[in-house]
């Protein structure tokens, strides 16, 4: 089993509809990330998170530390929200590493 | 602010070579963090240096290897090339932030897609 949970691996929608994308994990972590990685294949960081909720724009991103679980939403979706998003979470424990999901491919159809 | 720089963006080797690539940080950060993306296994942690000195190591052999220069900018190399050592290679600079430095943001590069032929 993973370390890093995400659901569903891939998501269609229609513009404007809301979406979220689900991460859960096993391990004791100090910050959990949300990343967003277009088909050129840089990655960028969208979230940060290490409790409660962070609102940016049309995303926000929720943990939930006792449940060990997190989601990314996003509200009033535009098809240049299609991307990968990918949930990153830092052990707290031994090296420290990021430990990544394995991402979801969300595609907004016009 | 410039980004993270990655150079080159893309790299085509032949089996049993050697290769090199660099990862120019966001000025002012000093630690460097090194990843595998490949389709079958996604993101994976390579190693991380700091302050020039290799922190932390993923489950690699030991034809990966890098090193961080005085000025931050890191390089990784991976001899005797494999098919399977086709992937995107990100590295991503960071910078502590909080306390205790534990929880630290990445700033990630474009990667550098290589294709081992």
């Known amino acids: 089993k993973n370390e890093v949970e995400q659901s569903p691996q891939n998501l269609t929608a229609q513009e404007g509809e809301f979406i979220t994308i689900n991460c859960s994990y096993s391990v004791g972590i100090s910050a959990l990330h949300w990343l967003q990685q277009h088909p050129g294949g840089g990655i960028v960081s969208l979230f940060m998170?290490?409790?409660g909720k962070k609102k940016h724009g049309r995303l926000i991103a929720t943990i939930n530390i006792q449940e060990k679980h997190s989601s990314l939403h996003i509200t009033a979706s535009h098809p240049r929200d299609s991307a990968v998003y990918i949930c990153a979470v830092r052990e707290l424990q031994g090296a420290q590493k990021l430990v990544f999901g394995q991402g979801t491919r969300l595609t907004i159809n016009p | 602010k410039a980004g993270v720089t990655q150079t080159p963006r893309y790299l085509i080797k032949t089996r049993g070579q050697q290769v090199t690539l660099s990862c120019s940080p966001i000025s002012g950060h000093r630690s460097v963090s090194w990843y595998q993306q490949t389709p079958g296994q996604g993101l994976q942690f390579l190693f991380e240096y700091f302050s020039e000195t290799q922190r932390n190591k993923g489950n690699f052999p030991g034809r990966f290897s890098g090193r961080q220069f005085s000025n931050s900018r890191s390089e990784m190399n991976v001899s005797t090339l494999e098919l399977g050592d086709s992937a995107l290679y990100l590295c991503a600079s960071t910078r502590a932030v909080g306390q205790g430095g534990l929880n630290t943001e990445a700033f990630f590069g474009q990667g550098t897609r290589l294709t081992v032929v």
């Open positions: 998170l290490s409790s």
